[in-house]
Nanobody
């Protein structure tokens, strides 16, 4: 199994930046892709960004040009650099990893953007 631990959330003013980090442990060799989802109050969980083992990335339209996902395969970590944050980016951000057992999820980290 794969275990994920996120860090880096917090409170930031609109226009500011935050960087989220997710460390994977366990059956990390079985991971094919890692990504970030978010869930705002009263809304469904949505994809933010995804990166495959080969480095292919996919972003939600609402974050393109502002967020950057990257991955350190040697350290089994995935980062999400978030710039030009907006109040509508406020949500709990979850790391996930596609592996041989399906999708693994972290516990989530709160990101709050004040206007």
């Amino acid at each position: 199994q794969v275990q994920l631990v996120e860090s880096g959330g917090g409170l930031v003013q609109a226009g500011g930046s935050l960087r989220l980090s997710c460390a994977a442990s366990g059956s990390t060799l079985s991971i094919n892709a890692m990504g970030w989802y978010r869930q705002a109050p009263g809304k469904q969980r949505e994809l933010v960004a995804l990166i495959t083992n080969g480095g292919t990335t996919n972003y939600a339209g609402s974050v393109k040009g502002r967020f950057t996902i990257s991955r350190d395969n040697a350290k089994n970590t995935v980062l999400l650099q978030m710039n030009s944050l907006k109040p509508e980016d406020t949500a709990v951000y979850y790391c996930n990893a596609l592996n041989r057992d399906g999708w693994a999820w972290g516990q989530g980290t709160q990101v709050t953007v004040s206007s």
